[in-house]
């Protein structure tokens, strides 16, 4: 499966005359609770040839495909991704954060890290599924340091699990869920365990009452750079 993403991949930058700086995978199974059934969310960032930015009449900044044999493959253009970023989009930040990489990062990637531009000042929001939920109240409880604006939640649940202090039994009962999902489909239902409901209600009950960090001029600044230097290579 991994040859034919990356195949595909190849074929998005051939046809599309475009150059991918970041690929990754998105979705249950970066975040560590895929079912078996799961698709493979590839998502990637691209950059077109310096023409195209300096349009009147600018085209799509997306790539979309259909979603074929369990891999559902699309990508933002890498101005729109910089926009969202310098507004705390969070799922810009989630993709630089993947543990599942299909090709090596452009240099660029890693400068936007260590500009800072990548920070978020929110990292929850929420999707169907306890999972889903559950990882974002985890974020909740493990939000961007503001002393270290560069440092995310980890993506992976297990990670953030392991990084917080909550009760032995209630690690358990995560860990189980996991597990359950791991031996079922995405369609499936399983029994509402109370621990982990009020555990989401506390954490995105609490969620709401941490300072969002305002935007610092620096970022916007060094992200025009970044992206000057970016199209003009």
């Known amino acids: 499966m991994r040859r034919e ?42 950059v077109r040839p310096q023409d195209w930015y300096l349009s009147l009449a600018l085209g799509r900044d997306v790539i979309e495909t259909p979603i074929e044999d369990e891999i ?6 890498v101005r729109k991704a910089l926009v969202l970023l310098l507004k705390s989009n969070a799922v810009v930040s989630e993709w630089i954060e993947s543990p599942i ?3 090596p990062d452009d240099p660029f990637v890693c400068a936007i ?27 909740a409880g493990d939000p961007c340091d503001p002393a270290e604006p560069g440092i995310a939640p980890a993506v992976n649940l297990q990670a953030l699990v ?22 079922t489909n995405e369609r499936a239902n399983g029994a509402r365990l109370p621990e982990i409901d009020a555990l989401i209600r506390s954490e995105l ?10 935007l610092r001029d620096r970022f916007v600044d060094r992200a025009d750079q970044l992206f000057l230097e970016l199209t003009n290579t």
């Open 72 to 77: 559902d493959l699309n990508g933002w253009d």
């Open 205 to 214: 009950d609490r969620a709401g009452e941490l300072p969002a960090r305002k």
């Open 5 to 46: 993403i990356e195949t595909r991949l190849d074929r998005i930058e051939a046809d599309n005359g475009v150059r991918l700086l970041l690929a990754i995978e998105s979705g249950s199974r970066a975040w560590g609770f895929p079912s078996p059934d799961s698709d493979y969310d590839v998502r990637f960032l691209y």
């Open 162 to 183: 392991a990084a917080s202090d909550l009760p032995s039994a209630l690690v358990e009962q995560i860990n189980a869920l996991v597990e359950a999902k791991a031996r």
């Open 101 to 103: 990489r299909y090709q």
């Open 113 to 139: 890290g260590q500009a800072g531009c990548g920070s978020v000042a929110r990292w929850w929001g929420c999707g169907a599924g306890e999972e889903v939920f559950l990882r974002a109240a985890s974020c």
